[in-house]
T-cell receptor
Framework: KAGVTQTPRYLIKTRGQQVTLSCSPI?????VSWYQQTPGQGLQFLFE???????NKGNFPGRFSGRQFSNSRSEMNVSTLELGDSALYLC???????????FGDGTRLSIL | EDQVTQSPEALRLQEGESSSLNCSYT??????LFWYRQDPGKGPEFLFT???AGEEKEKERLKATLTKKESFLHITAPKPEDSATYLC???????????????FGTGTLLAVQP
């Protein structure tokens, strides 16, 4: 069974640009969550989606947004990139909310 | 405020030397406590879920336990391949409904030397 797939694996952008990251959950998983991982803050929750609806959102500015499609695939978008947005962005999926989540290997975003 | 604290930050063991990692938590309405393992350049790998005080789960050389305030990850006779960062996370109740929001600790970096 294929795991959570995140694309691209690495991305380099400059300040002020915007970026879209993609996540394909494990087959049959309908719940997708996004996390930001940095050396200073560790893993922090961004948002979660279930059945194309955002259920919860973490404490991040409005520049961070996401969506989920009918096939459960999800995308997150960051606009007006700042240097502090450099991080590993992780996607996790579970069959339904409140069940163990399985993570992808992330997208490493570097802002120059 | 919901919070998770892991200790120690780093731990170096000799192969075969058993030890425990600690995860202390403060959360309003615990729905579950999760242990993950993360290798460099990889995403966290799910290990265990614990739901209530007194619960224990085992997998190979790892055993996780849960009390009302903390969880322990016991590593028995570790091998070099057990070297990784071990992350603890709690899932809290939000508005009484199911959620996938996890609050993570900063992890324990474990190094097992042959």
């Amino acid at each position: 069974k294929a795991g959570v797939t995140q694309t691209p694996r690495y991305l380099i952008k400059t300040r002020g640009q915007q970026v879209t990251l993609s996540c394909s959950p494990i087959s049959g998983h309908r719940s997708v969550s996004w996390y930001q991982q940095t050396p200073g803050q560790g893993l922090q929750f961004l948002f979660e989606y279930f059945s194309e609806t955002q259920r919860n959102k973490g404490n991040f500015p409005g520049r961070f947004s996401g969506r989920q499609f009918s096939n459960s695939r999800s995308e997150m978008n960051v606009s007006t990139l700042e240097l502090g947005d450099s991080a590993l962005y992780l996607c996790a999926s579970s069959p339904i909310p409140n069940q163990p989540q399985h993570f992808g290997d992330g997208t490493r975003l570097s802002i120059l | 405020e919901d919070q998770v604290t892991q200790s120690p930050e780093a731990l170096r063991l000799q192969e075969g030397e058993s030890s425990s990692l600690n995860c202390s938590y403060t959360v309003s309405g615990l729905r579950g406590l999760f242990w993950y393992r993360q290798d460099p350049g990889k995403g966290p790998e799910f290990l265990f879920t614990l739901y209530s005080a007194g619960e224990e789960k085992e997998k190979e050389r790892l055993k996780a336990t849960l009390t009302k305030k903390e969880s322990f990850l016991h590593i028995t006779a570790p091998k070099p391949e057990d070297s990784a960062t071990y992350l603890c996370a709690v899932q809290a109740t939000i508005g009484g409904g199911a959620t996938n929001k996890l609050i993570f600790g900063t992890g324990t970096l474990l190094a097992v030397q042959p």
